[in-house]
């Protein structure tokens, strides 16, 4: 690949002919942020996750992939990475995104309930904007601990469901309090009321609660350096990072 080259190249075309919906208002939106996310990826989560693990040969497993933009960024790094997501068109883009930056990254479907993986098969699990679009969330928690190797860690981030922010406009749809509505009844209001493509959003964690979950499930749990600028030091500052501030990070180790 030539300095000249855009690597997003080919990734766009895909996805203009195959992920944009012309119908979503939202659409000009979601073009723009599409083409920030491996540069916020690099600069975002992998300066974290480095933070706590050497991505150098490491076996990474990242659940929700999407197209690819944290793959991408962390086989810059050197980890091998597999990414999985439930939509073979995303994995169709993040295939092609991968090509464009001369990564060699594994994408594959599959649902984060179940992960098709042996016990113990990655030193790192990535669990990135994903926890509130699964169906289960103490499935999947259990999954990303059952594939963790013994000393690998799990790094998370979602966003709190009691978090002011999201109340008056929730990060996905830009609308009033839908993120602490059921799934159903948001769906309904989203797309049968106010004429919205697609609803995929499920229900918003608490941080809080992942934690104790994630303790519940053998895990050493802290919080990662991403909230309050690792500024955790005291235990109010550590409850409302994880009860109402708009995203939670959470590192947990398997012992």
Not at 59 to 77: M, P, S
């Amino acid at each position: 690949m030539t300095a000249n080259e855009d690597p997003e190249r080919e990734f766009v075309a895909y996805w203009e002919a195959h992920l944009a919906d012309p119908r979503d208002p939202q659409l000009d939106r979601w073009r723009a942020l599409e083409r920030t996310q491996v540069a916020r990826a690099r600069d975002r989560y992998r300066r974290d996750i480095e933070r706590h693990i050497s991505l150098d040969g490491a076996a990474v497993l990242d659940v929700g992939c999407q197209c690819g933009a944290l793959a991408i960024a962390l086989c810059e790094a050197g980890a091998k990475v597999t990414g999985l997501d439930v939509d073979e068109p995303l994995l169709e883009g993040a295939r092609a995104r991968a090509r464009g930056y001369g990564v060699d990254a594994t994408f594959v479907k599959g649902v984060g309930e179940r992960l098709p993986f042996e016990d113990g098969a990655f030193d790192l699990v990535t669990l990135v904007d994903v926890v509130e679009h699964v169906e289960d969330i103490a499935k999947t928690l259990a999954e990303c601990a059952r594939v963790l190797r013994r000393g690998g860690s799990l790094y998370l981030q979602g966003p709190n469901r009691l978090s002011p922010k999201w109340f008056w406009s929730d990060p996905h749809y830009q609308m009033f309090a839908i993120s602490v509505l059921p799934p159903s009844v948001g769906r309904f209001y989203v797309t049968r009321v106010r004429g919205r493509p697609r609803y995929d959003v499920g229900v918003f964690p608490i941080g809080l609660s992942v934690a104790r979950r994630l303790r519940a499930l053998g895990l050493d749990v802290r919080t990662g350096p991403g909230m309050r600028d690792g500024r955790v030091h005291d235990r109010w500052a550590r409850w409302y990072g994880l009860t109402m501030d708009s995203m939670f990070t959470l590192v947990a180790t398997r012992r």
